[in-house]
C-alpha cells in the first residue's frame, strides 16, 4: 500500500487502487523543512486560539472551531496562515488529485488545520465526507459520476497508533453514498469490518474519496497530532457554501 512517492504524476495502477479500495497513501510527499514550515504555522494557530474565549468564531477568514473543550479545528485556515493555503496549491498536492478526477480544473472548498492535542478529547465517529459535503441535495452534483471529490490529508506529525490515527474501511467507497448517519444497522456492523488503521510520518499524504467508511479517535498519546486536510471537487459539483470561501477557489494545474 505505501508506494515511494517519486513522481508527481499517479501511475493508472495508482488511480485503480484509489477507486477500488477509496484511497492511496503517498510517501515522503513534502521534506522535513517544509514539514518544519507548516509546523510553525499550525503553532502561530494554536497560539492565537488559546487567546480566544473558546467560541467558534471567525478572524481572518478563518473559521476556528472549539469542541468538547477544545480547538477541533480551523475551517479555511489559510485566511490566518498563508502559508497553509499555499502549500493545499502545490502540484505535489494538485496533480494526484486531477490524475484521480481525469481534470485539469479543480475548485478547492476545503483547507482545514486539524488539531489533536494530549489530553483533549477530539475524535471523529464513523462517517463518509459525501454527508458533510451534502450529497444527496441541490448543494452537490456528482458530475463524473465517481464521486466528484478527493480529500487529502498531509500529516504534520507521525500519526501513530495511539496518537488517533484516521482508521479507513477498505472498499466501503464501492457502495456510494450511504446516508450512514441514519444508517443505524450498517453502523452497527461497522466493528466487523475489515480496516485499516493508518501510521503515517510527517510529510506524508493520504487521499480519499467522498465514499470511504472512516473515522479517528481520542489522542492517548503525550504528543499532538495535527493533520492539513485539503478538499478538491470536479467543477460544477458545489453549491455549498463554506466559511472563509464560498463556493471555493478555481485552480489549474
Request: hydrophobic share 35%; proline share 3%; aromatic share 10%.
Amino acid at each position: 500500500m505505501n508506494e515511494q512517492y517519486a513522481l508527481k504524476t499517479l501511475t493508472k495502477e495508482q488511480v485503480e487502487k484509489f477507486y477500488q479500495q477509496g484511497f492511496i497513501i503517498l510517501k515522503n510527499v513534502f521534506s522535513q523543512d517544509e514539514i518544519l514550515n507548516a509546523k510553525n504555522s499550525f503553532e502561530n494557530l494554536f497560539s492565537t486560539a488559546q487567546k480566544l474565549d473558546g467560541n467558534t468564531q471567525e478572524l481572518k477568514g478563518s473559521h476556528f472551531v472549539f469542541e468538547e473543550g477544545g480547538l477541533n479545528r480551523i475551517v479555511w485556515c489559510g485566511g490566518y496562515e498563508r502559508k497553509l493555503l499555499d502549500l493545499s496549491k502545490d502540484e505535489r498536492i494538485l496533480r494526484p488529485v486531477s490524475d484521480i478526477l481525469e481534470s485539469s480544473e479543480l475548485n478547492q472548498i476545503i483547507n482545514q488545520a486539524h488539531f489533536k492535542m494530549p489530553g483533549e478529547r477530539i475524535e471523529f465517529k464513523w462517517h463518509q465526507d459525501s454527508e458533510h459535503r451534502r450529497y444527496g441535495t441541490d448543494m452537490w452534483r456528482d458530475v463524473d459520476g465517481r464521486g466528484s471529490y478527493v480529500q487529502t490529508v498531509l500529516a504534520i506529525d507521525a500519526m501513530t497508533k495511539e496518537n488517533g490515527p484516521l482508521v479507513f474501511v477498505p472498499n466501503s467507497n464501492q457502495n456510494g453514498h450511504l446516508d450512514l448517519q441514519n444508517n443505524s444497522e450498517l453502523l452497527g456492523k461497522i466493528d466487523s469490518m475489515d480496516k485499516l488503521e493508518l501510521t503515517l510520518e510527517a510529510g506524508d499524504l493520504a487521499l480519499f474519496g467522498p465514499y470511504t467508511i472512516h473515522s479517528s479517535s481520542v489522542n492517548l498519546s503525550d504528543s499532538p497530532r495535527r493533520v492539513l486536510i485539503n478538499g478538491y471537487a470536479y467543477p460544477g459539483a458545489n453549491s455549498r457554501h463554506y466559511p472563509g470561501v464560498g463556493l471555493g477557489r478555481e485552480l489549474t494545474i
